[in-house]
């Protein structure tokens, strides 16, 4: 941000993290950051107007010490993160202070965290699938290279254990020397700790920038959280031309924590008692984890929903920005299915055409999706009157379906430690070789139950 004349402001009121702060002359500028004259200094974000002469902004550090009458000055910057080869293999805050133990994290360059995203001219529209060596992901939920994968799921499905497999295989597997950002929004210090412990156990960490906003946060932290891991992106793809990784974990909390701040600031909620201006910071955040002609931002999320509601207005708000989807079921779950991915809701992604995917995946997949409805129509008279009293065609419809949902489960790399089980990678096109054969009827004799924790068919 450019600098100009330094303009004081008197503080007006003070709610919870949001601080209102009141301008007799010019105006500062939005997301200019304040400083208020006592010591030690607290930094104020500005936020929003609320007129001519009044703003919200989001106090950065504890309000205990402010109060009516405080003075706060401009001070001609914006908030900043540090960018660069130097915060690859760090974990650190909104302020780029380091969360491990480890030296002070010195870069030459910050950027800003507010920023604009690229212009519609330069965003690419290139198409390439990303393996990822899960097999309900590579053949109902193909990742694109680029695209937007979101992970839906209610509390305590797996969410997080297959976003962190998926980090695994990408980074830990694959020979190209990606760049990797993680968000932890919202979520627990321990999850990012198991995180950081399996990153450097496998010696992928010095690829891997990471950035946490935790539950214990407050709301402006957590909000704010979101937007500085993609400005960290942002840098690696326009100054550094190399593609980037995008995890986070969880959007919903990011969506959650706008809407905390929203309370604070008096707004009138929408819909689901949400902030109104819930889809412009949903636009705001996905629309600049998109690729360029310089390099892709290929974004995978987890997103939480509350009660397990697919219609929560929140959840709702992320489904225009997704190229793909993966929706975790708790009944599935329940079954001891894992990963617990409900197939018929999972079938849903852009690359899902034979020009990206190829003839015999797109057939696959269809005929796994027919056969799997047909299943699910048969679920209940078998419920109720049992298997036999289908006809013998029924009769095989249901089965193969059930050998291919127990196909789809698959031991993980990051559960090994609790199952027991060594994890396993199978190549997209094993997978659907494989997934082919059941539904054409090539295991027909086999026994259910072999299906479950396979890697390949040729384990049979």
Known sequence: MSLKKKITGTIREIRGQIVEVEFNSDSPSLYELLITEKKPVTKLLVYQSEGNSLFSCLALGETDELYRGLKAETSGESLSVPVGQEVLGRVMDLFGQPCEKAKKIKTRLSHPVMQEPPSFGLISTKREILEVGIKVIDLFSPI?????????????????????????????????????????????????????????????????????????????????????????????????NKDVLFFIDNVFRFAQAGMELSVLTNALPSEDGYQPTLSSEMSAFHERLVSTEKAAITSI???????????????????????????????????????????????????????????????????????????????????????????????????????????????????????????????????????????TGKYDETPEQKFLFIGSAKEL
């Open 301 to 439: 999320e987890a997103i939480y929903m509350p009660s397990d509601d697919f219609l929560d207005a929140g959840v709702q708000a992320i489904f225009p920005y997704l190229d793909s989807m993966v929706v975790l079921s708790r009944k599935t779950y329940q079954q001891g299915i894992l990963p617990a991915v409900d197939l018929l809701a999972s079938g849903f992604s852009v690359s899902l055409t034979p020009k990206i995917i190829g003839d015999l995946h797109y057939e696959t997949t269809l005929a796994a999706l027919n056969l799997l409805k047909k299943a699910a129509e048969l679920d209940r008279i078998v419920s109720l009157v049992g298997l036999s009293e289908l006809s013998p065609a029924d009769q095989t419809t249901y089965r193969r379906a059930k050998k291919l949902q127990n196909f789809m489960t698959q031991n993980f790399f990051v559960a090994a430690p609790q199952t027991g089980r060594k994890g396993q990678y199978i190549q997209r096109k094993v997978t659907v070789q494989d997934a082919h054969d059941i539904i």
């Open 144 to 240: 694109l290279k680029g695209g937007k994968t979101g992970i839906f799921g209610g509390a305590g499905v797996g969410k997080t254990i297959l976003l962190t497999e998926i980090i695994h295989n990408i980074v830990t597997l694959s020979q190209k020397k990606n760049v990797s950002i993680f968000a932890g929004v919202g979520e627990r210090t321990r999850e990012g700790q198991e995180l950081y412990e399996a990153l450097r156990q496998s010696r992928v960490l010095p690829g891997v920038a990471a950035i946490f906003g935790q539950m214990g946060e407050n709301p402006a932290v957590r909000f704010l959280t979101g937007f500085a891991a993609a400005t960290l992106a942002e840098y690696f793809r326009d100054f550094a």
